[in-house]
């Protein structure tokens, strides 16, 4: 087990690629991947192992600094707004020019830099001019979860590194190595939907096994009534308002952390705002993931019964050929209720036609 800044990041690839960079950079890398493979816990330890004398021990004074936040020659930019602004890609340029204080670069991080926009006040030229021959000691670090064609000049001056989305066992192994148990590390990263965030919050939910169960009984308890089908699908949203629990324990951590510190630097309404923007988000994608976990749940009941009735047709049982037609429309109802997760503003009534659909009245 490698213990460096790189071993935090899940995917062997990734951490192997980026050792190697950390150890003669050149002036601008563009991480590329989906949210999922941590494209800020990668930018965050590629910072680290530039400023580290052992290119990112993770222990050292130089890589504690950069890991907590407070490496004054790190400078992650901020955006105010949901597309980068041109004045601050011009902050990013005006710091790209600072020598830096420590022994090591003067690194410029910025995320989402899918980002930045053509049109009336273009940001996405500043920053490809930014890019342009920049001191020998800085290093511009951008993060992107997508490449548009915009932006193909822009990663043309940068080494890009594509990150891949974690498999199950790479977030089993990252969860194991952060101390949890292995039973909690396979459950939770097999309920992860390939997302370490997300694994990481289901690993401190002990609730998480007992979901599994309800959504795998689900099945054995329809066999009834509108009654127990209406019963069956408040119990499922009581489900999730129970899921977002630990979450929201999280959230309010982060929440008061941020509180914190902005208290000391002189405090930014306007990045409280976005911070309560994006928990909302997270809460909404968390919710609509736990919900797909458990959709996903059921159909593989339906699956492994259509599978045993395909087989019991095939030897000729009658009752078998019965089952298999319900069970398809099922499958049918399932796949449909994924769909419109998607678009729905109204779980509840999804919930409902879902449970009604199972139903056999
Ligand atoms: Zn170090």
Do not use: N
Not at 19 to 24: E, G, N
Not at 211 to 229: E, S
């Amino acid at each position: 087990m490698v213990t460096d800044v790189f071993g935090r990041l899940v995917g062997p690839a990734t951490a192997g690629a980026l050792r190697h960079h950390a150890r003669h950079p050149v002036h601008a890398y563009l991480l590329l991947g989906p949210a999922a493979s941590g494209v800020h816990d990668a930018l965050t330890a590629f910072a680290a192992a530039l400023q580290c004398p052992d290119y990112g021990c993770a222990t050292c004074p130089a890589c504690r600094r950069v890991l907590e936040g407070t490496d004054p020659d790190v400078v992650w930019i901020e955006r105010a707004g949901l597309a980068w602004r041109v004045d601050e890609i011009r902050e990013a340029e005006r710091v790209s020019r600072r020598r830096p204080l420590g022994g090591g670069y003067q690194v410029v991080v910025l995320e989402d830099v899918e980002l930045t926009v053509a049109g009336a006040s273009p940001s996405a030229p500043a920053l490809l001019k930014s890019l342009e021959e920049p001191p020998a000691r800085t290093v511009f670090l951008l993060g992107a979860s997508e490449l548009p064609g915009a932006l193909d000049t822009v990663a043309s001056r940068c080494v890009l590194v594509r990150l891949a989305a974690p498999s199950d066992a790479d977030i089993e192994e990252r969860l194991r190595a952060e101390g949890v148990s292995a039973d909690a590390a396979h459950t939770a990263a097999h309920a992860a939907l390939g997302s370490l965030e997300r694994a990481r919050v289901l690993a401190d939910d002990p609730a998480l096994v007992a979901r599994l169960d309800w959504w795998r009984a689900l099945p054995d308890r329809l066999a009834g009534t509108p009654a127990v089908a209406s019963a069956l699908a408040r119990e499922a949203a009581g489900l999730l308002d129970e899921a977002m629990v630990p979450l929201e324990r999280s959230l309010a951590v982060a929440a008061a952390r941020e509180r914190d510190e902005s208290g000391q630097l002189g405090g930014r309404a306007s990045s409280r705002r976005e911070l309560e923007a994006q928990s909302r988000r997270e809460q909404r994608r968390f919710r609509s993931e736990e919900l797909t976990l458990g959709l996903s749940t059921v159909t593989a009941v339906y699956r492994e019964r259509l599978a045993r009735d395909l087989e019991a047709s095939r030897d000729g049982d009658a009752r078998a050929d019965h089952r298999v037609a319900g069970t398809l429309r099922r499958l049918d109802a399932l796949a449909e209720a994924q769909r419109r997760l998607s678009t729905t503003l109204d779980e509840g009534l999804l919930l409902h036609d879902l449970l009604f659909a199972l139903s056999d009245f």
